[in-house]
């Protein structure tokens, strides 16, 4: 994981009035990931299209994932086959399996401009 930059530094000031309950997310892998789905949902490794297949960085299957990530210790960038970042994000060493609360923060004109997952389960 980097040391947040510059160019990556953002407000921590949560606008409480204009934050909303989104849902739960279950976690049974102690990992939770964000990205769009469109990018692996439904691909396979094997496809014969390129907008098919699965990314190479997610493996072939489930121990393939496990093996690339076995070093774990906070969260991890995946990157599109490409070599660029914005794949998605998996997070992991928050405590553990559970039900966790997931929050969104809207702007005043109804935009989302946040996601929040609360690990802190006091």
């Excluded at 393939?64 to 997070?91: E, M, P, R």
């Amino acid at each position: 994981m980097k040391q947040v930059t510059e160019k990556h530094q953002i407000k921590i000031e949560i606008d409480h009035n204009n934050l909303f309950f989104a849902g739960e997310c279950g976690v049974d892998a102690g990992l939770i990931m964000v990205g769009d789905p469109c990018y692996y949902l439904h691909k396979t490794i094997d496809a014969d299209k390129p907008y098919n297949k699965l990314p190479k960085e997610f493996g072939k299957n489930w121990d393939d994932f496990c093996n690339h990530i076995k070093d774990l210790k906070s969260a991890k960038q995946f990157n599109f086959d490409l070599g660029h970042a914005g794949l998605a994000v998996l997070v992991g060493n928050f405590g553990g399996d559970g039900c966790y609360p997931v929050f969104v923060e809207k702007s005043p004109d109804g935009q989302t401009r946040r996601l929040i997952v609360d690990f802190a389960l006091d």
